[in-house]
């Protein structure tokens, strides 16, 4: 099972950009990159999913380097409502989900 | 469009008691799951499920059942609760095993059992 790695918090300020990395250094060959952002009190948020290189969305960017061991999720100019846990997820999407482990994720604390 | 729909919002349980926590979707999603969520720890995988008549033990199934009889409707039940059952369920779903945008989470039910 592809185990990840994540800092249990973060902090920044308004307007700066906010990097995560995650590491997943046994992720197998079916494996995608799945990043969720959690709210208090709701479920879970699909944010960005990527294999390799590098995948943009109108949220944010994962950059996935070539070994894919690790993989990082970059928030582009976050405003408070950015605060929040944020989930790294590895496993197949094909695949039986009995097998995606949720880790605690990176609280991140956004300051004005 | 209401995505995954979870009931109740909140739930207290005398030890002992059963209840069902229900989940509808109404994005004929094929995969639904039911997770919990504790502090400190992750979310866990209850109970899954592929389609509607099939359903498969996760992570965590001990005291709870479920069942899969539409597309749209993943029932979890709890047959005696325990003080232990007390936690953040979520239900979730996605359209099938290759989808590549991930799971449609529910607002969960938060559970008490004294």
């Known amino acids: 099972l592809a185990k990840t790695t994540q800092p249990i918090s973060m902090d920044s300020y308004e307007g700066q950009e906010v990097n995560i990395t995650c590491s997943h250094n046994?992720?197998?060959?079916?494996?995608?990159i799945t990043w969720y952002q959690q709210f208090p009190s709701q479920g879970p948020r699909f944010i960005i999913q990527?294999?390799?290189?590098?995948v943009t969305n109108e949220v944010a960017s994962l950059f996935i380097p070539a070994d894919r061991k690790s993989s990082t999720l970059s928030l582009p100019r976050v405003s408070l409502s950015d605060t929040a846990v944020y989930y790294c997820?590895?496993?197949?999407?094909?695949?039986?989900?009995?097998?995606?482990?949720w880790g605690l994720g990176t609280s991140l604390a956004v300051n004005p | 469009n209401a995505g995954v729909t979870q009931t109740p919002k909140f739930q207290v349980l005398k030890t002992g008691q059963s209840m069902t926590l229900q989940c509808a979707q109404d994005m004929n999603h094929e995969y639904m799951s039911w997770y919990r969520q504790d502090p400190g720890m992750g979310l866990r995988l209850i109970h899954y499920s592929v389609g509607a008549g099939i359903t498969d033990q996760g992570e965590v199934p001990n005291g709870y059942n479920v069942s899969r009889s539409t597309t749209e409707d993943f029932p979890l039940r709890l047959l005696s609760a325990a003080p232990s059952q007390t936690s953040v369920y979520f239900c979730?779903?996605?359209?099938?095993?290759?989808?590549?945008?991930?799971?449609?989470f529910g607002s969960g039910t938060r559970l008490t059992v004294v």
């Open positions: 979730a779903s996605r359209p099938d095993q290759g989808n590549l945008y991930g799971y449609t």
């Open positions: 990527g294999y390799k290189t590098k």
């Open positions: 046994n992720i197998a060959t079916n494996d995608y």
């Open positions: 997820l590895v496993g197949d999407p094909a695949g039986n989900n009995r097998k995606l482990i």
